[in-house]
């Protein structure tokens, strides 16, 4: 396996619609070692997802992991998960907003509204469909990375961009340590 370079934020890649991955694709051995290296990646940089755009692939893949109990009072964790053509089939109209980060954008943080429900169609690495029904934090996430797939970034999602921080203002002026939103 590998670690893989992150794009940064002025990157064309993260601004390009990503390609849909076919079947005949998702079972080769690049493919597979491909997932491997993101799944690595995204452990090594401590994020909680990581969308492929990110490591300079235009391709429809997004991997995300949280087993942190310490995020328990943002829901539960997230189990070790690969979606390929990811597609919403619901995101519910109320919202919620929560501070952001982005392993694309260093060290900053803002505040983005979010659906506060979605659900979520994929497939796994194996080809087979996933259904993903999550809400709050977890919900936060899935369409943090599903943005990644469209070419967008958090800030594009910021209603008010008076709460986009540095993070050593963020620790400082805005929340403690122990909220601190890990970057996806
Ligand atoms: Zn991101």
């Known amino acids: 396996m590998a670690l893989l370079k992150i794009a940064k934020m002025g990157n064309p890649v993260l601004r390009k619609i990503s390609e849909p991955v076919t079947k005949e694709e998702i079972s080769t051995p690049d493919f597979q070692r491909f997932l491997d290296d993101m799944i690595e990646t995204m452990r090594d940089e401590d994020g909680l997802g990581l969308a492929a755009p990110q490591v300079h692939v235009s391709k429809q893949v997004v991997v995300i992991e949280s087993l942190d109990d310490a995020r328990s009072e943002e829901g539960p964790g997230m189990p070790l998960l690969v979606l390929i053509n990811p597609v919403f089939k619901y995101m519910s109209k109320e919202l919620r907003t929560g501070w952001e980060g982005c392993l694309s954008l260093d060290n900053l943080r803002g505040r983005v509204p979010r659906s506060r429900a979605v659900k979520l169609e994929a497939l796994d690495r194996n080809g087979e469909p996933v259904i ?9 996430v899935l369409q943090h990375e599903i943005d990644h797939l469209r070419g967008h970034l958090f800030v594009d999602r910021m209603k008010d961009m008076s709460t986009l921080t540095h993070l050593g203002e963020f ?13 996806v």
């Open 132 to 140: 993903l029904d999550w809400e709050e934090f977890p919900a936060v």
């Open 171 to 183: 620790r400082r002026y805005w929340v403690k340590e122990e909220d601190e939103v890990e970057e």
